[in-house]
């Protein structure tokens, strides 16, 4: 019975389409990925792709309730979905989702993201990890990692996500590799060092002056301190030990406290290595957060929806 | 006797040759700006085209001293000339330049960069800049910010430069602007808004969180604080603001002090700005710093060959 097809989650982005066919238990059963982002898609396609894309599990489990998240829920996606406020809880995201009943009678829920009105200078936003959080767990008072493009720091307390706060450090990562003089020179393809990642952090744990810094990554070079073999990982280094500086003067955290770093983004094991360094220790993550969290709010949402 | 040729300043760097007939006031006579730079020339090719566009003002005037700066003179230029060691003066950068005399007689002098080998964490370098702060002159003891790409802050103390720091606020601001998600959404053409970069720079004064402060340029449009008309101007307060911050944590100045500005990216009104905004008068440079500077030390370089 632990096998037994329970629902599907469909986090469906800007440029893809990604389903999971998970049992009650979260367990993943079949799982399938196409370039149907909403990037490509038209209003009034959606409903048309999502059917045909998950035809074959409908089919053979019959209807079953669906949960929508990411981009799909902007703007720009299906059905624009409201943030939440902070702070929030699994209540406060089920009673934020956005339920329609497809032809075939599946539940499909659009979950909603999670806005901080306190965030300074604006109300800060996050589309996603507020699942992941969930999916981790609220029980525990303590701060949650969240790495990527624009990494998300949150304090989980009394059951609930209470604030957050963004941090845009793989998007500077990615820009000063791709795009700028300062990082010109790195070895190409790419080469991972872990030693000059920890002397990026190292660096960087040093200074509040970020702009200058990054300078380093040129006179690095000219001072032959730095190859190109090392450079990009100096450069990792450099961006996400600003990023614990930063969060540190911030107050999101102290030396010796525990944090948990949360995320599919392959960057979880170099947050590890920077908590480290900051003096943290990390409280390890499954992995399965993102479907987990869903699984959580999706069931909440078709109780609520039940009980009305 | 005023208008009299006295000199040629010819600044050449990867993408343009400009060249400028000066008389021994500093007055230019003429100008002439060639796609010729250094990234489109191979070895050996650097005399003749250097001949060929200064023909002219060399058949009308006969031979003259000129002076090259700029890219010409790194590993990828012409001649590379060694970095001169802060502190450094009108000597130690005449002294750091690199002669050779031209078929026409015509002394032709490679200015030297300058490097601060107390630069955190590597040494910082410069090329270019020195020759502007030698242009401002070196009698008075000041602060000198030059604005551009990678701007420079730079100490004058005893008639030399004593040293100097490195930030990269020029290109993150371009690479923000050109190649980021947080500033998609910008008014194309771009827009300039002096109140928008008015509000960047105080909410850039209020935080060390870099990384975090740049995702208000997203936020600020979710919030429908900042529109697409104001978005860049923002932008720019927000990295301005940072340098300005950034370079006060790292003591450079206090409020109540006089700086100088100099360059001309077109930067130096918003940086004059800012500068009033973190507390300081601003001394009014005149422009013409970095012909000024070349003059200078082409004399004192000339002077000294003649000598020897």
Known sequence: MGQQAASIIVDWGTTSLRA????????ALDHLETQQGISV???????????????????????LPIAALGMITSRNG??????????????????GTVTRTLPNGSQLVFLAGLTDPAGKPFADV?????????????????????????SKW???????????????TGEIFSLLMNHSFIARGAANPPVEDAAAFRRGL?????????????????????????????????????????????????GWF???????????????????????????????????EAIDGAIAILKAACDRHRDV
Chains 1, 2 share one sequence.
């Open 202 to 250: 190292k660096e960087a744990a040093g200074t509040g002056a970020m702009l200058s810094l990054l300078f380093s990554a040129r006179t690095g070079g000219l001072a032959k301190e730095i190859s190109a073999d090392e450079l990009r990982s100096y450069v990792s280094g450099l961006v996400i030990g600003q990023e614990f500086r930063q969060a540190s003067e911030e």
């Open 41 to 63: 898609l038209a209003k009034g396609e959606h409903e048309k792709v999502l059917l045909e894309t998950l035809q074959p599990w409908l089919t053979a489990h019959g209807a």
């Open 154 to 168: 949150a304090l989980v307390a009394d059951g609930r996500i209470a604030r957050f706060q963004t941090f845009v």
């Open 126 to 150: 996050m589309r996603g990890e507020e699942t992941q959080v969930v999916g981790l767990g609220l029980a525990s008072n303590r701060t949650v990692i969240l790495p990527g493009t624009h």
């Open 20 to 27: 999971t066919l998970v049992t009650a238990e979260g367990q």
């Open 78 to 95: 299906w059905v624009e979905v409201d943030y939440v406020h902070c702070p929030a809880g699994l209540e406060e995201l089920s009673h």
């Open 254 to 288: 102290k030396a010796g406290d525990e944090v948990a770093i949360v995320g599919n983004d392959g960057l979880n094991g170099l947050y590890g290595v920077a908590a480290s360094t900051f003096g943290l220790t990390v409280k390890e993550a499954s992995g399965s």
